[in-house]
């Protein structure tokens, strides 16, 4: 009875949690030279998911950060469920010195299409101090052409550097305090979710559209 | 088994109420969340301490301080050790976090950087403050700079005229970020409103539930008894509390209401009534069959439990400008959790005479009897007087004097009452002071009423001298002289129009159901003094009636939490911050004040 109890009640209070931290965000495109085009139509942003999704969820995370790897479990699994999600990854840097050579590596990686499979193997080191050899290794292990990445990082340095900032910019335009954060439609998650929490949010933003 | 389910529910529910304002507001920033101060140690090293939120933590390692580029030798404690699947155990701080550095010169620029997550929630980039080593102080290293002690949700105290107890007023200032001290000076609050006229009225309703059970009451079963009475009286508050933090600042407004005033006054009539015997306020038949099915027992705890819990509803707002300012308080910093266990500590001082009493008084008090029955006619007489001193918050002047005429006509035939009863017309000494006071009383109340009819006040000055009706100065009408304004777009040409002229400004942020602002517009803004001194303003009344989006955008303006309050500008255009007043205040600390708008 208590096992059962306390089990109902964390998905409960989960799902509540999760419906009750949507805040509405409103791209402040005057101030900021930041607009939901920027955000939502970057050509240089790698794109999961069904590109032709009803739904676009972006998602803001940084490869050291363990509870951005926890919710992209159930994130990438409710993508696949629903199959109407388009997916934006928003590579964001931002809290120690090694996940900038961790966006840097995945970001080249889009350049030989294999973006997902290093997003993933970066995903996939659980934990936060992630050292650069470390990276690499799960990088090497990942099926990717490595002389070509080498090259790609070189030869696109500026258009990757670019990118991130811009990465950064919006995320501290829509005002994201840490990792990891979520648009969803037009609904601004900053905070880790469980597969329920991003189903009700999902759910929540699609009733809104429909408005 | 149902029982259970119903736990849950409850237990579901509660912590829902708890989630909603934290999660409507986003997520906390790194810096309310973890809150740097730097001391001076004995041995002239510089200690660092953290606060930090339940529920966050910060890394150890990632702790670090440099000066003019150059790192420096930062000792920390041990922390808790967390498994990083990458590290292996890694070590973290919760709740605070300290460390030292030794050896700092007297002057620079010291760099601190550090860095935490909130448990499966979120992770912060690195946090870098500066601290200036001259002085202390801590800021962001981009230089916005913060004072030690800066509280988001500290409310300004305001010292309160005709409130009988003026120290409670002055505690609301006293109300910083640590919770254990949050809550002390809640129950000393609490404490200080026990010996209000308004608390006095629980006296008599405990007394009678305990000496219903007569015969059997022990010191143990009175403590029982009167601590369920305390426990459910102080939860009362609780859920007042969470209300509070939910609600936000319209609670204050809606307690403030001349509707609102008016209930409550009228629950208090009905209270004293009942002590007067006109009738007895009882449970209906139903629960009290149900709560107590002991037939012999006539106190029970339930029973006890839920006299407690309505008399918190009904004496509750009697202390209301106390209490909204504590309201105010926990409104802003929108905390629910601290919120209810605060007010919750609040209700536990008030009742810990009562406690007291039900306890030790238990064994002293003699069986229901003529004692019993003049302590609840006094408190009858004392509830009387308390209604009408809450709606002389909102009454007219006449009416005021002539219900305080009534009142003190209505006590004297009382007295007398009391004193003749016996149908013998004979006289004893001892009958003399009560036959003098009953006089006394019917003179005082003839003169009250009659002046009121006549348009003379004077005899309200021994009320006003005991600051229960407002002073003498605003026995008149007086012309105002107020521009009022109610949206953003006036606003700016009044304030524009006062500049032009070269004028000093003063905006008086006021509603129409802000009963404190009726007092201060009647006595404070209305003595002769003070409006000498406003002559040469600009004076300006925004009117946040409504409360709607135009209203809070010219609060916003001026981060205002609510009416009354009154801000000064000088002749640029720019608030002279020392004069802002926040709620009531008395006409000395008003001029002075004044004083302050003209230096800045």
């Known amino acids: 009875m208590s096992d059962s109890l306390s089990r109902n009640t964390f998905l409960r209070l989960a799902g509540g949690a999760a419906m009750l931290l949507l805040t509405k965000t409103f791209a402040r495109s005057a101030e900021n030279e930041v607009t939901s085009e920027m955000i939502l139509a970057d050509p240089e942003t790698p794109i999961g998911g069904n590109p032709n999704g009803d739904l676009t969820i972006v998602d803001f995370f940084d490869y050291n950060c363990p509870f951005c790897k926890k919710s992209a479990v159930h994130l990438e699994r409710l993508v696949k469920t629903d199959g109407k999600i388009k997916l934006i990854y928003r590579d964001w840097p931002i809290l120690t010195e090694t996940s900038i050579v961790g966006a840097q590596l995945a970001l080249a990686a889009r350049y030989q299409g294999k973006y997902l499979d290093v997003h993933h193997a970066l995903m996939g080191i659980p934990g936060y101090g992630i050292s650069r050899e470390q990276m690499i290794d799960a990088v090497r292990k990942s099926n990717i052409d490595l002389p070509r990445l080498d090259a790609d990082l070189q030869g696109n340095a500026d258009a990757i550097r670019g990118l991130i900032k811009r990465n950064l910019t919006i995320a501290e335009a829509i005002g994201l305090q840490g990792t990891p954060g979520f648009l969803v439609g037009p609904y601004k998650v900053n905070e880790a979710l469980t597969y329920e929490g991003f189903q009700h949010v999902v759910a929540d933003a699609r009733t809104r559209q429909r408005k | ?600």
């Open chain 2, 1 to 600: 088994m149902a029982y259970a389910r119903a736990f849950r529910f409850v237990t579901m529910f509660l912590l829902a109420l708890w989630l909603v304002p934290a999660g409507a507001a986003g997520p906390k920033p790194a810096d309310q969340v973890f809150r740097l101060s730097v001391t001076l140690g004995e041995d002239e090293e510089l200690d660092l301490n953290w606060a930090i939120d339940p529920g966050y933590y910060l890394y150890r390692e990632k702790i670090t301080a440099s000066l003019a580029g150059k790192p420096l030798k930062l000792t920390t404690e041990r922390g808790d050790v967390k498994d990083d699947p990458n590290f292996g155990p890694t070590e973290v701080y919760h709740h605070e976090a300290s460390a030292y550095i030794e050896a700092v010169p007297a002057k620079g620029r010291l760099l601190v950087t550090f860095q935490g997550c909130g448990e499966n929630t979120i992770c912060y980039p690195p946090v870098t403050k500066a601290i200036d080593l001259e002085t202390l102080a801590v800021s962001d290293a981009t230089g916005k700079v913060e004072r030690a002690g800066d509280s988001p949700g500290a409310v300004e105290a305001s010292s309160s005229i005709g409130t009988a107890a003026p120290a409670a007023g002055g505690d609301a200032s006293g109300l910083d970020s640590s919770y254990v001290y949050t809550l002390l000076t809640f129950l000393g609050f609490g404490l200080l409103l026990a010996f209000t006229p308004c608390t006095f009225p629980m006296l008599p309703i405990l007394s009678g539930m305990l000496t219903r059970s007569a015969g059997r009451l022990s010191p143990a079963r009175g403590f029982v008894l009167s601590a369920s009475y305390v426990l459910a009286m102080a939860g009362a508050y609780g859920v007042l509390g969470i209300f509070a933090a939910w609600f936000g600042g319209n609670l204050q407004a809606s307690l403030q209401t001349p509707l609102a005033v008016t209930l409550m006054s009228a629950m208090f009539v009905v209270l004293a009534l009942s002590m007067f015997g006109f009738y007895e306020l009882q449970l209906p038949q139903s629960l009290n069959a149900r709560l107590l099915p002991d037939s012999g027992r006539s106190g029970s705890i339930a029973g006890a439990a839920l006299l407690g819990f309505a008399s918190a509803l009904v004496v509750g707002p009697c202390v209301t400008p106390p209490l909204a300012a504590a309201l105010v308080y926990i409104a802003q910093t929108g905390n629910t959790l601290r919120g209810s266990s605060a007010l919750f500590a609040l209700g536990l001082g008030m009742g810990l005479p009562l406690l007291l009493l039900g306890t030790f008084g238990a064994t002293m008090l003699p069986k229901s009897g003529p004692w019993l029955i003049r302590v609840k006619q006094v408190s009858g007489v004392v509830l009387i007087g308390v209604a009408i001193w809450m709606m002389s918050r909102i009454l007219a002047l006449p009416l005021i004097a002539s219900s305080w005429g009534l009142f003190a006509a209505g006590t004297g035939a009382w007295l007398a009452m009391i004193a003749f009863k016996r149908s013998k017309p004979v006289w004893h000494l001892r009958q003399l002071p009560i036959a003098a006071a009953s006089c006394g009383f019917v003179i005082y109340g003839l003169l009250l009423a009659g002046g009121a009819l006549g348009g003379w006040y004077e005899p309200l000055q021994p009320l006003a001298w005991a600051a229960i009706v407002p002073p003498p100065g605003t026995w008149h009408e007086g012309e105002d002289g107020f521009q009022i304004v109610t949206n953003e777009a006036d606003l700016d040409a009044a304030i524009a129009a006062g500049r032009a002229e070269g004028r000093r400004t003063l905006v008086d942020f006021s509603a129409s159901w802000c009963t404190e602002c009726r007092l201060m517009e009647r006595t404070v803004l209305a003595d002769e003094n003070v409006r000498l001194r406003l002559d040469s303003m600009q004076l300006i009344r925004a009117d946040v009636t409504r409360n709607d989006a135009q209203s809070r955008s010219i609060m916003q303006r001026f981060a205002v939490v609510g009416p009354p309050t009154l801000i000064f500008l000088n002749r640029e255009g720019k608030e002279v911050e020392d004069a802002r007043t926040v709620g009531t205040t008395a006409v000395d600390d008003f001029l002075a004040r004044i004083a302050a708008a003209e230096r800045g």
